[in-house]
């Protein structure tokens, strides 16, 4: 396991992760794994825009689409 240093934190936020840790019973050290654990595995808006463009190649050159907003209008007219 890797070790991380983390320099100038802004001194209110050491003892709000502190009543993080105890409301989880877990150390400061253990919540603070578990808190860069969960965000490094969010998708990044990279990530995403990514997707998009995938999805978007899928469709052919040319094809005209239907703004979303227009279809879900009409279809709350029926």
Same mark, same amino acid.
């Given at each position: 396991?890797? %070790?991380?240093?983390?320099?100038?934190?802004?001194?209110?936020?050491?003892?709000? =992760?502190?009543?993080?840790?105890?409301?989880?019973?877990? #150390?400061?050290?253990?919540?603070?794994?578990?808190?860069?654990?969960?965000?490094?595995?969010?998708? =990044?808006?990279?990530?995403?825009?990514?997707?998009?463009?995938?999805?978007?190649? @899928? %469709?052919?050159?040319?094809?005209?689409?239907?703004? #979303?907003? @227009? =279809? =879900?209008?009409?279809?709350?007219?029926?």
């Amino acid at each position: 396991m890797g %070790t991380v240093t983390i320099r100038n934190l802004d001194d209110e936020v050491i003892p709000r =992760l502190e009543m993080r840790a105890k409301n989880h019973r877990r #150390s400061l050290e253990a919540e603070i794994c578990d808190l860069l654990s969960h965000a490094a595995y969010q998708p =990044l808006a990279i990530d995403a825009l990514a997707e998009v463009d995938r999805i978007a190649a @899928l %469709t052919p050159k040319g094809v005209k689409q239907t703004d #979303s907003v @227009l =279809l =879900l209008r009409e279809d709350r007219r029926r």
